[in-house]
């Protein structure tokens, strides 16, 4: 303790954080998932949600130490963070609008069909999610190993956007 004109001050207290980078990157699936579930979305978005929220369970977790990694797993895994960051709060977006969505699904369902706004936000979450989540096994040399349904998912992923012509 120090006095200052007479007073006393304390020191300050180090108050450590209150949830690590793993802990939040686990809240912000388990809220994505949440949100997919209880929203009550376009019926021609319903199939593109629920493969959304498959990869989400499926992603890799994140380690709560990046320290001791090689750089460019240390740099894949910065990467991935930021992508599940901006994921969640495009969902949370998504769900916000989830109301609007039904009401131009049925003005649409007048005109030539083609995906949804809905279904092209989910399917490039998806997307997005997936590429990182690539990016990771390659730069771990493998060292990640993914459940055969997400390498399945994996793959699924790369045919879509090669009809798509991405």
Known sequence: MSTTSGSTLAA???????????????SSKADMQSTCQSTTWPAG?????QEFVKTVKLSPAVPKDLAGMPQELQSAYKEYIKVIEDVHTRIKDASSRASRWKLLERLASLLPKGPSRCTLVFQTCEADLLSAA???????????????????????????QKDRGV
């Open 45 to 49: 978005s319903k199939s593109a949600v």
């Open 134 to 160: 690539k990016i990771l096994n390659v730069s771990g040399g493998g060292a990640l190993r993914r459940s055969l349904v997400f390498a399945e998912r994996w793959d699924r992923q790369e045919c879509l």
């Open 12 to 26: 300050p207290r180090h108050v450590p954080p209150t949830d690590t980078r793993d802990e939040k990157i686990e």
